[in-house]
């Protein structure tokens, strides 16, 4: 079966990291472009970062220089390394596979964030 | 950044009624546009890629239209089970952008 199931999201203090991971199965991480979308309580969807194929990332301005997105081969898992949270990153994350012509069809539970002292 | 516009932001309709909801981007984006469903609680659905295509296991009484910048996504004749906030999103270049969302409920 072809899924992802996120984890790592918690209650942290501002200014504190987070790492999120999301494994997946029936597909290979490295492959695909792979992407991290954020939804804050009651408002909408929020694309955070992308990893290509070729190992190239781009992230959100809201983001940059904060979060980093990678990959692991052997454990077909893709991870967000969130650092200097604020309370504004407060949201459930979700990681998506973007399949051509670049759509996200294939979506986690979503992990959620907390950033609150 | 490309500027994704959805309207109207909600709407009431009942069953059996034609849903129709638009989307328009600040620039071209040819047909790189898609359409995904979220119930509460829930992660995103595909429903509807590069525009007009219907996703796997999609049911036919949704479909997309339009091409550069302006888009519709119609429900022909809405179930008790589309009852759902839907989003558009475009994939024409990064970062990859969402409109604000339309809430669809019960009348």
């Known amino acids: 079966e072809v899924q992802l199931v996120e984890s790592g999201g918690g209650l942290i203090q501002p200014g504190g990291s987070l790492r999120l991971s999301c494994a997946a199965s029936g597909f290979t991480v490295s492959s695909n472009y792979m992407s991290w979308v954020r939804q804050a309580p009651g408002k909408g969807l929020e694309w955070v970062s992308v990893i290509y194929s070729g190992g190239s990332t781009y992230y959100a301005d809201s983001v940059k220089g904060r979060f980093t997105i990678s990959r692991d081969r052997s454990k077909n898992t893709l991870y967000l390394q969130m650092n200097s949270l604020r309370a504004e990153d407060t949201a459930v994350y979700y990681c998506a596979r973007e399949k051509y012509p670049y759509a996200f069809d294939i979506w986690g539970q979503g992990t959620m964030v907390t950033v609150s002292s | 950044d490309i500027q994704m516009t959805q309207s109207p932001s909600s709407l009431s309709a009942s069953v059996g009624d034609r849903v129709t909801i638009t989307c328009r981007a600040s620039q071209s984006i040819s047909s790189y546009l898609s359409w995904y469903q979220q119930k509460p609680g829930k992660a995103p659905k595909l429903l509807i890629y590069a525009a007009s295509t219907l996703q796997s296991g999609v049911p036919s009484r949704f479909s997309g239209s339009g091409s550069g910048t302006d888009f519709t996504l119609t429900i022909s004749s809405l179930q008790p089970e589309d009852f759902a906030t839907y989003y558009c999103?475009?994939?024409?270049?990064?970062?990859?952008?969402f409109g604000q969302g339309t809430k669809v409920e019960i009348k």
């Open positions: 999103q475009q994939s024409y270049s990064t970062p990859r952008t």
